[in-house]
T-cell receptor, first 112, second 110 residues
Framework: GDSVTQMEGPVTLSEEAFLTINCTYT??????LFWYVQYPGEGLQLLLK?????DKGSNKGFEATYRKETTSFHLEKGSVQVSDSAVYFC???????????FGAGTTVTVRA | DAGVTQSPTHLIKTRGQHVTLRCSPI?????VSWYQQVLGQGPQFIFQ???????GRGNFPDRFSARQFPNYSSELNVNALLLGDSALYLC?????????FGPGTRLTVL
């Protein structure tokens, strides 16, 4: 079945540092890929998405590129802020019923 | 527009009891999905409903059931609660492949 593997955390960074969270996937079809963010005490928010190979999703300074050849969708941000402290989830959905399969999540803490 | 709403926010039950969680989707969204998020893990798919029909079911026991109403709101029912059912239950509504999540219901089973 479909599955997502993402970099284990926790990750602790200083403000303005570069952030990368690795994500790879296994899927039988041609999935859409997503990054969701969960701030403390809140539900999941869609951060960005990509629906086909070589698409780049971007939002709030975060970027991720759909790499079909390496089955990856790594999340990057060039300069993190304290407000980026959250749990980040990589996810995929198939194109049949659109159910989401999530990775285990990566906790990111940014220190001032 | 209002986002996905869920009720209640928090719930405490004892083993063996049953629970009903409720979800109202974003206006115009006809699909509702339910996910279970155990502390420290990613959400796991439980059910998906579209136009009141079950379209998908995850690897959960029959103690878990759900339904969708004509106004597209949904209920998740869990019978014979176990300690391991303690989790954040998330509802998401969608048009196509983009799912929008509610704040969740935190269920604690004692």
């Amino acid at each position: 079945g479909d599955s997502v593997t993402q970099m284990e955390g926790p990750v602790t960074l200083s403000e303005e540092a570069f952030l990368t969270i690795n994500c790879t996937y296994t899927a039988t079809g041609y999935p859409s890929l997503f990054w969701y963010v969960q701030y403390p005490g809140e539900g999941l928010q869609l951060l960005l998405k990509a629906t086909k190979a070589d698409d780049k999703g971007s939002n709030k300074g975060f970027e991720a590129t759909y790499r079909k050849e390496t089955t990856s969708f790594h999340l990057e941000k060039g300069s993190v802020q304290v407000s980026d402290s959250a749990v980040y989830f990589c996810a995929l959905s198939d194109r049949i019923d659109y159910k989401l399969s999530f990775g285990a999540g990566t906790t990111v803490t940014v220190r001032a | 527009d209002a986002g996905v709403t869920q009720s209640p926010t928090h719930l405490i039950k004892t083993r063996g009891q049953h629970v009903t969680l409720r979800c109202s989707p974003i206006s115009g969204h006809k699909s509702v999905s339910w996910y279970q998020q155990v502390l420290g893990q990613g959400p796991q798919f439980i059910f998906q409903y579209y136009e009141k029909e079950e379209r998908g079911r995850g690897n959960f026991p029959d103690r878990f059931s759900a339904r969708q109403f004509p106004n597209y709101s949904s209920e998740l029912n869990v019978n014979a609660l176990l300690l391991g059912d303690s989790a954040l239950y998330l509802c998401a509504s969608s048009l196509k492949d983009e799912q929008f999540f509610g704040p969740g219901t935190r269920l604690t089973v004692l």
